[in-house]
């Protein structure tokens, strides 16, 4: 088993958030090693690099929780989506300092993700422009489309890429980031040699 996709399970929100509550117990070593087959349960979830989570409605509470625990049950973790989970800004926050913390994750999905909602200060897109300077670092793809960034969250997005140097791929899709924005954007183009994919689709 190399990776989870719920969101192409059938079930409720509720049954997948179980299923995830599951993966906690079993970082936290509360559930059983043996499954009385010969496979020990907690080596078989940490080899896994792939988890899929999209439209799960953890909102940030079980946001927190599940980034929580990725550390100890998933350390191979490269791939994360998080599609359409209601969020907000303090998910945001929470998922910046995840990345700030993180070196192995390659990929990263946001989208659908309003993470202004609510306020709050700092900004999410403060917290994850930090995260784009911290190194190491293996973060190659960061796909936050429809995530209302506005013009102040490219901004921001824009300083974090100045210093970054392993994010190839960045998708803004639907944030209205606007003339300020895009200019921001443009600019840390100039100093960045790493960055070779910006979406910018939808954007005013």
């Known amino acids: 088993l190399s990776g989870i996709n719920l969101s192409s399970l059938g079930g409720t929100c509720e049954s997948k958030q179980d299923f995830l509550r599951l993966l906690a117990q079993a970082a936290a ?9 010969g496979f020990d349960g907690h080596t078989g979830i940490t080899g896994i690099d792939s988890l899929d989570v999209s439209r799960c409605s953890l909102g940030p509470k079980g946001l927190e929780t599940l980034l929580g625990f990725l550390p100890s049950c998933l350390p191979n973790l490269k791939t994360l989506s998080l599609v359409r989970n209601a969020i907000t800004s303090t998910g945001g926050r929470a998922i910046g300092r995840f990345l700030q913390g993180n070196s192995q994750l390659e990929e990263l999905n946001l989208g659908l993700n ?8 700092p900004p999410a897109a403060a917290i994850i422009s930090a995260a784009l300077r911290c190194k190491p670092s293996s973060l190659g793809t960061l796909m936050l489309e429809k995530c209302a960034l506005g013009p102040r969250g490219a901004s921001l997005l824009a300083a974090g890429l100045l210093e970054n140097e392993t994010v190839h791929t960045l998708e803004l899709a639907g944030n209205m980031i606007g003339p300020v924005g895009a200019k921001a954007l443009f600019d840390a ?14 954007n005013r």
Do not use: F, H, K
Request: net charge negative; hydrophobic share 30%.
């Open 29 to 37: 070593g509360q559930l059983c090693s043996d499954t009385g087959d």
């Open 114 to 121: 309003d993470i202004n909602a609510g306020g709050g200060d």
């Open 189 to 202: 183009l100039e100093q960045n040699a790493t960055l070779t994919n910006l979406g910018l689709r939808m």
